[in-house]
């Protein structure tokens, strides 16, 4: 089933002689559970995409159906909603509140929500990411890799439809991001989780399951399943 498909999704910024084509009819799908990257180079279009795909800004042109509905027929208020409850980011930095420990950052999100913490899913995630012995650890206390873990289980802690990721590895040396990406693929499994990661980086990406390549806005049709 496809949980994620996009429809001649185009965004031009800008206006008149300025005008930058950042997204030129992309037509893109994600199957539940699977776990593809986005990779081009810089420019090409990868965190326009990510943030339309999150709803966190509206395309020029073009449909993004998430769940079988159409995203972008939602008002604004409609629109946040949405993406509270259906996406959980993932960012190149980890944006964790330094004052609250590891685990008060995880269910963050969900608190401000208003919802309730599903303790016995929350438990196999963190013990899944290696952060069991880490709870009451403060972000300072943490290497870039465990904290980069901390924000992966925030972001699936309100079981999110899809998870988005943009450079998740971008600060992390290259083992520490090989095993960041290693334990997104676990979880990407374990939790029938689908996950959309952007990356520039060519050796980053080969570790999805599944290419996807962007190159002036456009999706270059090489696929590759890996
Ligand atoms: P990438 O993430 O692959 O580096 P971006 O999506 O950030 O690519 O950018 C794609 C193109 O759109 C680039 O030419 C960039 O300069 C331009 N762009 C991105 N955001 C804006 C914006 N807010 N206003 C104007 N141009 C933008
Ligand atoms: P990334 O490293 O994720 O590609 P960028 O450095 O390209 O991020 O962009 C950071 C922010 O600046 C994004 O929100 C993007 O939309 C915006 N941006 C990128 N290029 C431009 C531009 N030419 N003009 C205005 N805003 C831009």
Same mark, same amino acid.
């Given at each position: ?27 893109f ?26 709803? /966190? *800004?509206?395309? =020029?042109?073009? %449909?993004?159906?998430?769940d ?8 604004d !208020?409609? #629109? ?18 330094p004052?609250l ?10 608190? /401000? *929500?208003?919802? =309730?913490?599903? %303790? ?12 069991k !012995?880490? #709870? ?18 925030r ?20 083992s ?27 050796e980053?990406a ?18 590759e399943?890996?």
């Open positions: 089933m496809m949980i994620l498909e996009t429809s001649d999704l185009s965004k031009v910024y800008g206006n008149g002689e300025s005008e930058v084509r950042a997204l030129d009819g992309v037509n799908s994600v199957e539940n559970g699977e776990f593809v990257a986005v990779v081009g180079t810089s420019g090409s279009g990868k965190s326009t995409l990510l943030h339309i795909l999150g709803g /966190l *800004d509206r395309p =020029t042109s073009g %449909k993004v159906t998430v079988g509905k159409d995203i972008f027929s939602l008002g !208020e409609e #629109l946040t909603i949405f993406r509270r409850r259906k996406i959980g980011f993932v960012f190149q930095a980890y944006n964790l509140v004052v420990s590891v685990y008060e950052n995880i269910v963050l999100p969900i608190q /401000l *929500d208003g919802g =309730t913490v599903d %303790k016995q899913y929350m438990q196999q995630v963190i013990k899944s990411l290696g952060l !012995e880490k #709870l009451y650890s403060f972000p300072n206390q943490l290497s870039g890799g465990q904290q980069q873990r901390v924000a992966i289980a972001a699936l802690a309100s079981k999110p439809s899809i998870i988005l990721a943009d450079e998740p590895t971008g600060n992390l040396d290259s520490t991001s090989q095993d960041v990406l290693g334990l997104m693929k676990i979880m990407s499994r374990r939790f029938a989780q689908t996950i959309v990661m952007i990356t520039h980086n060519e980053i080969q570790l999805a399951e599944r290419i996807v390549r962007i190159e002036d806005g456009r999706i270059v049709k090489r696929e399943s890996l």
